[in-house]
């Protein structure tokens, strides 16, 4: 006999909906709150539904499909160019025309119309779910609804616990007991429990450096990439050696990060945002090593937030696209593989028919990771997330 946790709307990073983190350790003293209690050999599992796995789409689908997800531009393309035009960028009109090159792929016929959503049964959503993603989004944007305001329907595939709570899960159990914690349908991903556990749920929480300061780092100028060199320009973000920032005794090492990221002649981006307006999805998707959407939902979910973005409300409004990675790999590949994704989502967003303008896609890699690069597959693909801000500028 199974039996399900069934965790509340889940609250991480202020609108954090992404996989729990499952810490392992011994009880001591008295026993807490006791949600859940097995009996020797009992496994406790969270349910792997149409919206709580970790990967919805199951069924097949068209070579049409296959298309949309893919993405037009190569991973890792030839951008000696852009990277030039960034550099000697001196005027407004310049950087806008190095935004139009990058995020809204003027020059290629494929993406020069308006893009059409997918059907309901290849996305597994229905068009319900749709208008209650994107009547929500419009409002947190603006930073009139908090999480708690969240409709059932936003609740991630992966379910996971309010990062506010308290209270641990208990399952005293023999040695063999399991706990399964998300996975997809097909493959379980199992964390034995040792007798006499506590479970403890923690989140990932954005880092900032003061009042909605956020902050990433590069070794050199010509690191950045050139769509935040353009945004520098339009004062958008603000771009200086790391020697002279504020910050610089705030900022730390993580995991393979180099010291050079933190040098006095490193550089930092950095701009502001309102926390109030945070949304952050960990179950928007991408195939391994790549900028490809690994389901229709992943794609769907950017398409709801197009749509929220382009209500009349948040017209002029510029909004920042924050790509985050898992901590296996090494530092400089994540970082440019989370800018690549970030990059993708906001194309994605242009193509429905958001302007580029609006848009500051970022690149943080594994620097705000939660889960070591050993931990199971299960809790590293969590920090896989997508975090949009609406930007404040002076």
């Given at each position: 006999m199974k039996i399900y946790l069934i965790p509340a709307i889940t609250a991480l990073c202020g609108l954090h909906l992404s996989y729990a983190q499952v810490l392992v350790k011994p009880?001591?003293?008295?026993?807490?709150?006791?949600?859940v209690t097995t009996p020797p050999t009992t496994t406790v599992t969270v349910p792997l539904e149409q919206t709580s796995g970790v990967v919805i789409q199951t069924r097949a689908v068209s070579d049409e499909t296959l298309a949309?997800?893919?993405?037009?531009?190569?991973?890792?393309?030839?951008?000696e160019a852009e990277i030039q035009a960034a550099l000697k960028v001196d005027s407004d009109a310049e950087a806008n025309v190095i935004l139009d090159t990058i995020l809204a792929d003027v020059k290629d016929d494929a993406v020069s119309v308006?893009?059409?959503?997918?059907?309901?049964?290849?996305?597994?959503r229905t068009a319900q779910e749709r208008e209650d993603y994107v009547a929500y989004m419009t409002r947190r944007l603006q930073g009139q609804v908090t999480i708690t305001d969240a409709p059932a329907s936003f609740r991630s595939r992966v379910v996971t616990v309010p990062v506010a709570t308290t209270t641990a899960v208990l399952v005293p159990a023999q040695p063999t007991t399991e706990v399964i914690v998300a996975a997809p349908a097909t493959t379980q991903v199992v964390v034995p429990v040792p007798a006499t556990t506590e479970v403890v749920v923690q989140t990932s929480q954005p880092r900032f450096y003061g009042p909605g300061r956020r902050v990433v780092t590069y070794r050199t100028r010509e690191e950045i990439p050139p769509v935040l060199r353009a945004s520098g320009q339009l004062k958008r973000v603000e771009i200086a050696e790391v020697g002279g920032s504020p910050f610089r005794q705030d900022l730390v090492l993580v995991d393979d990060m180099s010291p050079a990221y933190i040098a006095p002649d490193a550089y930092a981006v950095t701009y502001t945002v309102n926390p109030d307006t945070e949304i952050t999805r960990s179950d928007i998707l991408f195939e391994q090593g790549t900028t490809n959407f690994a389901d229709a939902y992943s794609y769907d979910v950017v398409a709801d937030l197009a749509a929220a973005i382009r209500n009349q409300s948040?017209?002029?409004?510029?909004?920042?696209?924050?790509?985050?990675?898992?901590?296996?790999?090494?530092?400089?590949?994540?970082?440019?593989?989370?800018?690549?994704?970030?990059?993708?989502?906001?194309?994605?967003?242009?193509?429905?028919?958001?302007?580029?303008?609006?848009?500051?896609?970022?690149g943080y890699g594994e620097s705000e990771a939660v889960n070591p690069a050993n931990a199971p597959e299960a809790l590293r693909i969590q920090d896989h997330r997508v975090t949009v801000f609406a930007l404040q500028t002076p």
């Open positions: 009880i001591s003293g008295s026993n807490p709150a006791t949600i949309v997800l893919r993405d037009i531009r190569s991973i890792a393309p030839e951008r308006q893009a059409a959503r997918l059907a309901l049964d290849v996305v597994n948040l017209a002029g409004q510029a909004f920042i696209i924050e790509g985050h990675a898992s901590a296996e790999g090494e530092y400089s590949a994540n970082l440019s593989l989370s800018q690549a994704r970030s990059e993708r989502i906001a194309r994605e967003l242009v193509r429905f028919g958001v302007s580029s303008s609006q848009l500051v896609p970022v």
